[in-house]
Nanobody, 115 residues
Framework: QVQLVESGGGLVQPGGSLRLSCAASGTIFSINAMGWYRQAPGKQRELVAAITSGGSTNYADSVKGRFTISRDNAKNTVYLQMSSLKPEDTALYYC?????????WGQGTQVTVSS
């Protein structure tokens, strides 16, 4: 079992920045990709960014150039630095971790971009 705990969400004005963190614990060996997904009200959950254990990254087109995913393998933590935030970035952000064929999810952290 892997437990994921997100933090760092909140209310921010358009153009502002936030950094999300996700700490993994439990049976964390052989975790490969970790990522961030988001789900806005009435919409499907979508991939925001992902990073492999080797550091390869993948981003949704809508966040390229604004968000940066990083990973500290020693701390078993993945981060999402979000800049130039837009109202359309408002969503519940979930952390994910892939272990073999299974994907673990965190409980989510709310990000609201509003003036």
């Amino acid at each position: 079992q892997v437990q994921l705990v997100e933090s760092g969400g909140g209310l921010v004005q358009p153009g502002g920045s936030l950094r999300l963190s996700c700490a993994a614990s439990g049976t964390i060996f052989s975790i490969n990709a970790m990522g961030w997904y988001r789900q806005a009200p009435g919409k499907q959950r979508e991939l925001v960014a992902a990073i492999t254990s080797g550091g390869s990254t993948n981003y949704a087109d809508s966040v390229k150039g604004r968000f940066t995913i990083s990973r500290d393998n020693a701390k078993n933590t993945v981060y999402l630095q979000m800049s130039s935030l837009k109202p359309e970035d408002t969503a519940l952000y979930y952390c994910s971790a892939d272990q073999g064929a299974f994907t673990y999810w965190g409980q989510g952290t709310q990000v609201t971009v509003s003036s």
